[in-house]
T-cell receptor, first 115, second 113 residues
Framework: NAGVTQTPKFQVLKTGQSMTLQCAQD?????MYWYRQDPGMGLRLIYY???????DKGEVPNGYNVSRLNKREFSLRLESAAPSQTSVYFC??????????????FGDGTRLSIL | GNSVTQMEGPVTLSEEAFLTINCTYT??????LFWYVQYPGEGLQLLLK?????DKGSNKGFEATYRKETTSFHLEKGSVQVSDSAVYFC????????????FGTGTRLTVIP
């Protein structure tokens, strides 16, 4: 049972470089999410995809783009990395259920440092 | 809007002590409430949840009751173990189609033998 798989686990970039964080889930979930986790701030939603073919901005979308490639995969792209984007990035997925209450399942995270 | 406020940490307890981590929320409508746990170097794992007022979620000796009148969802455990050392996050779901979660800032718990 892989659940939610994120790659890479660690990455160091220079300011201005670009990269794509990959996420795949094998639970047939409709919804997928990208968060960043910074000390003392909990998790903040960057982008989400309620279903295949749709994406929406979350709380902190600036500097990021996403692609919902298919039902399984949801990637996060940094076009021009900045030191403020140094963070731990988590991907999550969930089923859609009537009235909410569906838990999200998280990957192990990508630790990204921008120099 | 939706927001979660949880007890500032860190919290340090001796093994077998009683644990309470406070969580209060602000929400439009009737949210579902969750506690997630994060062990070092790992992602978040669902610990327990409650989907309506007066529901009690429980798992691994942890409990939390959805209190609509006080807008609270406090986490409790009667006797903590060293293996409970982790960061605990309270969260709410807005019941929208995307099932978005709103997180508190997390509370780090350290249990010493």
């Amino acid at each position: 049972n892989a659940g939610v798989t994120q790659t890479p686990k660690f990455q160091v970039l220079k300011t201005g470089q670009s990269m794509t964080l990959q996420c795949a889930q094998d639970m047939n979930h409709n919804s997928m999410y990208w968060y960043r986790q910074d000390p003392g701030m909990g998790l903040r939603l960057i982008y989400y995809s309620a279903s295949e073919g749709t994406t929406d901005k979350g709380e902190v979308p600036n500097g990021y783009n996403v692609s919902r490639l298919n039902k399984r995969e949801f990637s996060l792209r940094l076009e021009s990395a900045a030191p403020s984007q140094t963070s731990v990035y988590f991907c999550a997925s969930s089923a859609q259920g009537q009235g909410g209450g569906q838990p999200q399942h998280f990957g192990d995270g990508t630790r990204l440092s921008i120099l | 809007g939706n927001s979660v406020t949880q007890m500032e940490g860190p919290v340090t307890l001796s093994e077998e002590a009683f644990l309470t981590i406070n969580c209060t929320y602000t929400a439009t409508g009737y949210p579902s409430l969750f506690w997630y746990v994060q062990y070092p170097g790992e992602g978040l794992q669902l610990l327990l949840k409650a989907t309506k007022a007066d529901d009690k979620g429980s798992n691994k000796g942890f409990e939390a009751t959805y209190r609509k009148e006080t807008t609270s969802f406090h986490l409790e455990k009667g006797s903590v173990q060293v293996s409970d050392s982790a960061v605990y996050f309270c969260a709410l779901s807005d019941r929208g189609g995307a099932n978005n979660l709103f997180f508190g800032t997390g509370t780090r718990l350290t249990v010493i033998p």
